[in-house]
């Protein structure tokens, strides 16, 4: 037993060096070994205590996945959700959709991001909200409204959010048709055309804004409003 103790202790120093490969295995190991050991979670509280920064997310990331996960857990695990790198961003993100179905306050976490987080968090937070099975129309809502969002690429992860979204109505139709018209960032435009196009239901307005978009000048664009057109054609004639 002792000899494990010190395995377990020495998992936990792994938690802070910088080999992906490595800290994944210790990652895994310390969520396996966690019901034998009890004082795991309160060990890994301590530590995220002492050093609660987001540097420290492996701790968090662990706990979240061996114990109901505090207050401080959750905002360095939020914290997390502006990382550089991406495989992290996403491993957070795919935790953090699994709890949300089992504690409420972690959807009120990622509205609070929408509001205040860094662009790469409120980004990474609709991608949570997307996949998150509560409050369907408090997050329907927080997506459009992230249509809005000063940050082209939060739009453009708002946009892609509301693809499969049938639910959003005629209004919701009209916010993406606006985007698609005016948006000054031509990849929030190229994203928005395909995904008018996969909602269904389209309007003469929407066909006609794509159809004057597969002449622009913009390669991308078009291809993108071609895209969507060919689309709108299998889904047969035009709604008034």
């Known amino acids: 037993m002792e000899e494990e103790s010190r395995r377990i202790l020495s998992l936990i120093h792994s938690l802070h060096q910088p080999d992906k490969r490595a800290l994944r295995q210790a990652v895994d190991a310390l969520i396996s070994a966690a019901p034998a050991f009890p004082h795991l979670a309160l060990e890994l509280e301590r530590l995220l205590r002492d050093k609660p920064g987001p540097e420290s997310w492996p701790v968090a990331y662990v706990l979240a996945h061996i114990s109901s996960p505090s207050s401080l857990c959750l905002r360095v695990l939020g914290e997390t959700l502006g990382a550089t790198d991406p495989d992290i961003r996403w491993a957070v993100v795919l935790l953090l959709v699994r709890l949300a179905k089992e504690d409420p306050g972690i959807v009120d976490l990622l509205f609070d991001l929408l509001k205040s987080g860094a662009p790469i968090q409120r980004r990474m937070a609709l991608y949570c909200l997307r996949d998150t099975e509560a409050e369907e129309r408090a997050i329907r809502q927080a997506l459009l409204?992230?249509?809005?969002?000063?940050?082209?690429?939060?739009?453009?992860?708002?946009?892609?959010?509301?693809?499969?979204?049938?639910?959003?109505?005629?209004?919701?139709?009209?916010?993406?048709?606006?985007?698609?018209?005016?948006?000054?960032?031509?990849?929030?435009?190229?994203?928005?055309?395909?995904?008018?196009?996969?909602?269904?239901?389209?309007?003469?307005?929407?066909?006609?804004?794509?159809?004057?978009?597969?002449?622009?000048?913009?390669?991308?664009?078009?291809?993108?409003?071609?895209?969507?057109?060919?689309?709108?054609?299998?889904?047969?004639?035009?709604?008034?």
């Open 145 to 240: 409204d992230s249509l809005r969002d000063p940050d082209p690429l939060v739009r453009v992860a708002a946009v892609n959010s509301l693809k499969n979204r049938a639910d959003i109505g005629r209004d919701g139709l009209d916010r993406l048709l606006d985007v698609f018209l005016r948006d000054a960032d031509l990849r929030v435009r190229r994203a928005t055309a395909l995904v008018l196009a996969h909602l269904g239901a389209p309007t003469g307005e929407i066909r006609a804004a794509l159809e004057d978009a597969s002449a622009s000048r913009d390669p991308h664009l078009k291809k993108a409003a071609d895209a969507a057109r060919a689309l709108l054609q299998k889904k047969g004639p035009a709604h008034s």
